[in-house]
């Protein structure tokens, strides 16, 4: 979607964090999404913030939420490759369907 | 429990031909929504359905219509392909759209279309 913006490659050494970044444009976004891809599958949630929140951590994910800046980003620590995939950014539009972002593709070496 | 599912996985048209993309989902949800996903795209809304009989336009509706044939079944037709439609379609469902309540929406595992 046009109005959500990732960078559209990253690659990570096994066993460093993994931080892929996002920006939105709609500051009435309710919540935000990271969604999860890997090849040949659908879509699988990974995580979400609701939108009066700062950070949210669950297990080796962490979401920052800088809502100010309409910046989100998706820190994954010690990255393993089963990280390796594609990683959406979505924010929840104001009739609450969801607008993604192209993707970062994240592939980590050994 | 199934989840979401879509038929078939892989599909190769020509220029022309229709056909139609099947969705299904087990979970008692309330709606569906229809995808294409395009490289450096993301995924763009097509139509989905709030509800049981309703359905409505998504960001990229045109060269598409869509049934709601029940709460379970949600398909997607393509009367005329043409090549710019060679695309992935993805089909998901939600609890229900509700003003202000998180809206996780489950995936299926994709269709696969070229148009020659």
């Known amino acids: 979607g046009e109005d959500v913006e990732q960078s559209l490659f990253l690659s990570v050494r096994e066993g460093d964090s993994s931080v892929i970044n996002c920006t939105y444009t709609?500051?009435?976004?309710?919540?935000l999404y990271w969604y999860k891809q890997e090849p040949g599958a659908g879509l699988q949630l990974l995580t979400y913030?609701?939108?009066?929140?700062d950070m949210k951590q669950d297990q080796r994910l962490t979401v920052l939420l800088n809502k100010k800046d309409k910046h989100l980003s998706l820190r994954i620590a010690d990255t393993q490759t089963g990280d390796s995939a594609i990683y959406f950014c979505?924010?929840?539009?104001?009739?609450?369907?969801?607008?993604f972002g192209a993707g970062t593709t994240v592939t980590v070496r050994a | 429990n199934a989840g979401v599912t879509q038929t078939p996985k892989f599909q190769v048209l020509k220029t022309g031909q229709s056909m139609t993309l099947q969705c299904a989902q087990d979970?008692?949800?309330?709606?569906m929504y229809w995808y294409r996903q395009d490289p450096g795209m993301g995924l763009r809304l097509i139509y989905y359905?709030?509800?049981?009989?309703?359905?409505d336009k998504g960001e990229v509706p045109n060269g598409y219509n869509v049934s709601r044939l029940n709460k379970r079944e949600f398909s997607l037709r393509l009367e005329s392909a043409a090549p710019s439609q060679t695309s992935v379609y993805f089909c998901?469902?939600?609890?229900?759209?509700?003003?202000?309540?998180?809206?996780?929406?489950?995936f299926g595992p994709g269709t696969r279309l070229l148009v020659l």
């Open positions: 998901a469902s939600s609890e229900g759209i509700r003003a202000g309540r998180r809206e996780t929406q489950y």
């Open positions: 709609d500051s009435s976004s309710t919540y």
């Open positions: 913030i609701f939108s009066n929140m």
């Open positions: 979505a924010e929840s539009s104001p009739d609450y369907k969801l607008s």
């Open positions: 979970m008692n949800h309330n709606s």
């Open positions: 359905s709030a509800s049981e009989g309703t359905t």
